[in-house]
């Protein structure tokens, strides 16, 4: 199975910071990629696919980038509603892992 | 609008069972697959479970192979996942998905809210 290792585990930033995550995986996966944004109690949700296609509704301030094994997701001037634990997910093949999480604090 | 409703969580004992159930509107359920996604307490999301569209292919994480079963009913617009033999380690919130597009493109675009299972004496 592909392993997926993010950094950092969590961060805190400010409203209107910008801060990256980033999302190693054991081997090349081309663009296979996902982030999830996911706060308790709610149902995850997709904000990018393909490594860097924004899915409708989301923000421009969220991108993602990267190809290969190293993958980064942006977002700029943080909203204090973008506290939440971020996933990455390989979507090469089953098992489909996700990444450990970041937690975001605002 | 899509929705996804889970249900059918709850308490349990380990060695019991459980089926949950993923109510499915707004879309044309026959034609996505879906998937199952769980998150244990403290931890992260892990995918569980994969059907195909027409329930012709089904594939499982290792360590709930042979002990939970995905199945669908498309006239019913309903995914269901059968657990049995029951551990401490499956005590989490558990979710369904729609699993969409091909190739770099697929990605788990629409969720519901899970149902949360626990397996305790």
């Known amino acids: 199975d592909i392993q997926m290792t993010q950094s950092p585990s969590s961060l805190s930033a400010s409203v209107g910071d910008r801060v990256s995550i980033a999302c190693r995986t054991s081997q090349p996966i081309s663009t296979y990629l996902n982030w999830y944004q996911h706060k308790l109690g709610t149902a995850p949700k997709l904000l990018i696919y393909?490594?860097?296609t924004l899915q409708s509704g989301v923000p421009s301030r969220f991108t993602g980038s990267g190809s290969g094994t190293e993958f980064t997701l942006t977002i700029s001037s943080l909203q204090p509603e973008d506290a939440a634990i971020y996933y990455c997910q390989e979507s090469f093949n089953t098992p489909y892992i996700f990444g450990q999480g970041t937690k975001l604090e605002i | 609008q899509v929705q996804l409703v889970e249900s059918g969580g709850g308490v349990v004992q380990p060695g019991g069972s459980l089926r949950l159930s993923c109510a499915a509107s707004g879309f044309t359920f026959s034609t996505y697959g879906m998937h199952w996604v769980r998150q244990a307490p403290g931890k992260g999301l892990e995918w569980v479970a994969f059907i195909r569209y027409d329930g012709s292919y089904k594939f499982y994480v290792d360590s709930v192979k042979g002990r939970f079963a995905i199945s669908r009913d498309n006239s019913r617009d309903t995914l269901y996942l059968q657990m049995n033999s029951l551990r401490v380690e499956d005590t989490a919130v558990y979710y369904c998905?729609?699993?969409?597009?091909?190739?770099?493109?697929?990605?788990?675009?629409?969720w519901g809210q899970g149902t949360l299972v626990t397996i305790s004496s």
């Open positions: 393909a490594a860097s």
């Open positions: 998905a729609t699993g969409t597009g091909s190739g770099i493109y697929y990605r788990f675009d629409q």
